[in-house]
């Protein structure tokens, strides 16, 4: 499969590349293939250009979670459920954002399609997620009636003491 993704790859920067030429009148595929084409404006080619890489960039990423079998993973992170959490959605925001892509290259109005309202479900879980990976984090707090308990029996002076305690049991 990755072979084929490979090819695919090549025939899309060997078309890409083509067409940022925007003198060339034909486009020629990885198999040799010629299509005469119109003469694409700079504008354009150079948005191809920038997709490709992008797409090209996020393929790089995800290719060592594609690669490794989805049962793996999960069981690394068996013992982290928000981790596991945070994958899960990642992936899921991933496809969704490729399909929500798909739609505007085909033309069709992605603001009216069930996939808006999926990305904002997965968009308020991970929103969840980040608000329970922060609480995780200790804070240390300070209560300052216990401090000041601790250090007036601590000083051994009666008076200093005695103004303490009197100043904890006001607050």
Do not use: C
């Amino acid at each position: 499969m990755s072979s084929n993704r490979s090819n695919k790859n090549n025939s899309n920067t060997t078309t890409s590349s083509s067409i940022s030429s925007s003198s060339s009148s034909s486009i020629t595929s990885s198999n040799g293939n010629s299509k005469a084409v119109a003469a694409v404006p700079e504008e354009i080619a150079e948005q191809v250009d920038a997709f490709t890489a992008a797409v090209d960039n996020l393929e790089a990423m995800l290719n060592p979670l594609l690669k490794a079998p989805a049962a793996d993973l999960r069981a690394k992170l068996a013992d982290k459920p928000l981790e596991l959490a945070r994958l899960e959605l990642a992936l899921a925001f991933t496809a969704n954002s490729m399909f929500w892509m798909y739609l505007n290259a085909q033309g069709t109005a992605p603001e009216d399609h069930p996939v808006k309202n999926e990305l904002a479900r997965i968009k308020h879980y991970m929103t969840k997620v980040k608000t329970a990976t922060e609480k995780t984090i200790a804070h240390p707090r300070l209560d300052k009636a216990v401090t000041d308990r601790i250090i007036a029996h601590n000083i051994s002076s009666p008076a200093l003491s005695e103004k303490i305690k009197r100043k904890s049991k006001q607050q």
